[in-house]
């Protein structure tokens, strides 16, 4: 039992690339969310899905697509990366809405 | 905007001291979250207070809601260097999803 799982653990961009995180959980949650954490600014939710085939805008969408075509797997693009994208990326799931949430180990990401 | 202030950012302690983290709103939030995360590493859920006053006890961490359900506090009592880590708190919104507000995060440095 894995749990949540990213990958990758590091990337490095260079701005105007574009990459897609994956994030995979084994706990069959039908709620699963994507934040970023950068300092003295604590977690903020990018989107986040209810279930299979569904997404929705969180606090910080601009810049980021999301894609949540099977029910264990969420994914994060970004189309054109940007310096200020540069953040520890989270996911987490639930099971349902009131649920606790179990974060992965993050994803460093560094747009140069 | 920062929904959630966590004070302090930063605390250095002794070994066997005790200690008072504090998470303060102008939001009502449907419940009040305490997380740990350790370096390289996603956060871990350490409880949720529900109920306006409400007191819950983790062997020397006692945490507090208020009764207003805008503010909460983390008290740990005889600190040990196994409680060196980031403790954050999270405000809780059910509005489709369970949306989280973080704070900034409480830096905790436990000194042998």
């Known amino acids: 039992n894995a749990g949540v799982t990213q990958t990758p653990k590091f990337r490095v961009l260079k701005t105007g690339q574009s990459m897609t995180l994956l994030c995979a959980q084994d706990?069959?949650?039908?709620?699963m969310y994507w934040y970023r954490q950068d300092p003295g600014m604590g977690l903020r939710l990018i989107h986040y899905?209810?279930?299979?085939?569904?997404?929705a805008k969180g606090e910080v969408p601009d810049g980021y697509n999301v894609s949540r075509l099977k029910k264990q797997n969420f994914l994060l693009g970004l189309e054109s990366a940007a310096p200020s994208q540069t953040s520890v990326y989270f996911c987490?799931?639930?099971?349902?809405?009131?649920?606790?949430?179990?974060f992965g180990p993050g994803t460093r990401l560094t747009v140069l | 905007t920062q929904l959630l202030e966590q004070s302090p950012q930063f605390l250095s302690i002794q070994e066997g001291e005790n200690l008072t983290v504090y998470c303060n709103s102008s939001?009502?939030?449907?419940?009040l979250q305490w997380y740990r995360q350790e370096p390289g590493e996603g956060p871990v859920l350490l409880v949720t207070?529900?109920?306006?006053?409400e007191v819950k006890k983790l062997k020397r961490l006692t945490f507090q809601f208020g009764d207003a359900r805008k503010d909460s506090s983390l008290h740990i009592t005889a600190a040990q260097p196994g409680d060196t880590g980031l403790y954050l708190c999270?405000?809780?919104?059910?509005?489709?999803?369970?949306?989280?507000?973080f704070g900034q995060g409480t830096r905790l440095t436990i000194n042998p």
């Open positions: 987490a799931s639930s099971y349902s809405t009131f649920g606790t949430q179990y």
């Open positions: 706990m069959n949650h039908e709620y």
């Open positions: 899905s209810v279930g299979e085939g569904t997404t």
């Open positions: 939001s009502v939030f449907s419940s």
């Open positions: 207070v529900v109920t306006g006053g």
């Open positions: 999270a405000g809780a919104r059910f509005q489709g999803a369970q949306k989280l507000v």
